[in-house]
């Protein structure tokens, strides 16, 4: 066992020195690998996957056998807070996630619960629980949730959506009920969060992946503080207080001064900016994890290599990155080149051409 491995991602994230980048992919697990679409077969959908702990446990692990990356990520999907609030959830072949009964007014929010974690989400912590012990402290694992925000989009719209016009609409037309619906949402998330730590989780990171959705004000308002809330829940409680936590607002990257007070330690980056420019407006108090966009990787190996080294580069070997891509890996990406990266980025030992980034 590596114990350079073992720590290296959780010292970046504190921004302290490593020996080299440490590196995990968002959705590392899924269907791009055989082994996942495999275990995936076993049961009769894909909640039931994520229900059944020794399956999310198989499939956390499974990127892991293959490449050599510094971090676990539990398998699990950010919509199982909403389901577990009481809401009808389906994943059909195909599509994707869908709520049967999505929330479209004031009077809806009735219909929701407050989950106790242990027990309506008792299989994500058992879960947690035999991830921890298979890993044997070989890599850290990461516990996750969408963002208030992001979940409170699709459970508005019932699935994905490309302009969000239920979610949206409601925003301008009754934001405070809106509001409402997110502080259930950051209250479920804390308690959520906490108890993935009480059962082992060593990280946190929230998604939100429909932040960049929303003009400046309506950003500031409904996704970010209602993430910055859930941050605060968090750090007021022991067994979260010091964990590092990673917030990424995909399409957020005109907001990084203000996520850099989010009370995060880690920013996730897209990758529509330059590593060197996002830190510069971050300033040093929080890491950066990103942030190659995951389409390089259908891309010819040395053009991926070229791409993997210019975000590195970017970086220019400052403490606190963490190499990841701008959002999750995608079904048909071809496996070769995830060994690549993961190679290409524990390999790379420095570039010659640092003096073109400034210093920040
Ligand atoms: O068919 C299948 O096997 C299901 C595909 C799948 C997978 C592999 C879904 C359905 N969820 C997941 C796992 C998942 N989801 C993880 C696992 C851990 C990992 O390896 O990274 C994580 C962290 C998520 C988080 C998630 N789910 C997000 C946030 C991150 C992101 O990608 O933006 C979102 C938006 C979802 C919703 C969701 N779940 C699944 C799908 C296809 C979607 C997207 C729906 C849409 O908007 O179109």
Known sequence: MSAARATRF?????GQEVDRTPVWLMRQAGRYLPEYRATRAQVSGFLKLCQTPEL???????PLRRFDLDAAILFSDILTVPHAMGMELDFLEGEGPVFSSPLRQASDLQRLGQPDPEQELRYVMDAVRLIRHELDGRVPLI?????????ACYMIEGRGSRDFLH???????DPESLEQLLDRLVQALVAYL???????AQALMLFDTWGGTLSTPAYHRFSFTPMQRVIAGLRAAPESVDLPIIVFSKGGSNWLELMANSGANVIGLDWTIEINAARKRLGKSVAVQGNLDPIALYGQSALLRAE????????????????????????????????????TVHAWNGCNNDSVYEEY
Request: include cysteine; proline fraction near 6%; aromatic fraction near 8%.
């Open 308 to 343: 993997i080294e210019r975000i590195l580069c970017a970086n220019a070997g400052r403490p606190g990155h963490i190499f990841n891509l701008g959002h999750g890996i995608t079904p048909q990406t071809p496996i070769d080149n995830v060994e690549l990266l993961v190679e």
């Open 56 to 62: 999310a446990c198989e499939v956390t692990l499974q």
């Open 10 to 14: 959780l010292r970046a994230c504190r």
């Open 194 to 200: 906490r108890a993935q730590a009480t059962a082992g």
């Open 167 to 173: 979610a949206k609409s409601w925003l301008y037309s």
């Open 143 to 151: 516990g996750f949730a969408g963002s208030p925000w992001t979940l």
